[in-house]
Every structure is written in C-alpha cells, then in structure tokens.
C-alpha cells in the first residue's frame, strides 16, 4: 500500500522466495510512473523481508527499511484493515456468485481494483469529524 497517494498494489506469488525479485520489480515501476523515489519500505519480520540482499538493496538504493514487531498487527493497522477489507470483499463476491476457490486471486485483484477507485476521507483532505 502507498500512503502518499493511498493506493494498493497486489502481486501473486507462487513461492515467498520471490518476494525480493517482486519488490524490485514494484520499486521501478512506481518510480518510474510516480516520478518519485521509494524512501520507506514498511514490512513485518517475515524471512522474505529479512534476508541480508533485501537490506543491502534498501541501502543501496536509499530505501529506510522499517520492520514491526513480531505478531504486533497494530504497528501497521492501516495495511492490515485494508487487507481485512479486501478478503472480506473477495470473499463476498465469492460466494454471492457461488463461485470456487480457483477465482481468489481473480477476486482478490478485482476487490483491490474497485478500492483503489473508491474515495477515502483522507484523499479528499478531511477527517470523519469534519466530513
């Protein structure tokens, strides 16, 4: 998720193995399409974000990799709502159209698609109170 702009971005991998090549890939394009650079990478402490090349790229490329707390889902409870929200919504949409488990990742992006199209308070510069 980019909170400058409050857009998500979902990738579907195979293996955890792939998440370094993946990031990669992410950091390139939104730089190149957001013409800014990547200068925060948040991430809990899974392997996938604590191998030592991940860390050495981070650096390498000025990018402050900050890792939370293990089994601390508070310390990134902006990404773990949205990320409750979008299971919800595939699963909804799942089951309204009794459809397989085959279509999650279909479902999943689809969810992710109608989100980032969505307007939040905080896109439109307020907060529930003043709304």
Known sequence: MD???????????????????KFKEFKIYVEKHG???????????????????????CKIHGVKHQLTAS????????VER????IFEMTRSMLKAKNLPKKFWAKAVAYAVFVLNRC???SVLGRTPKEA
Do not use: A, C, H, W
């Open 35 to 57: 013409g800014f650079n990547l200068k925060k990478l948040r991430s809990n402490r899974k392997e996938e974000f604590t191998l030592n090349e991940f860390d050495k790229y």
């Open 3 to 21: 909170d400058f702009v409050e857009k998500t971005r979902v990738y579907f991998l195979k293996e955890k193995s792939k998440t370094f090549g």
């Open 119 to 121: 307007l939040t308070m």
């Open 71 to 78: 089994y601390t889902p508070q310390q990134n409870n902006i």
């Open 82 to 85: 949205k990320n409750r929200t």
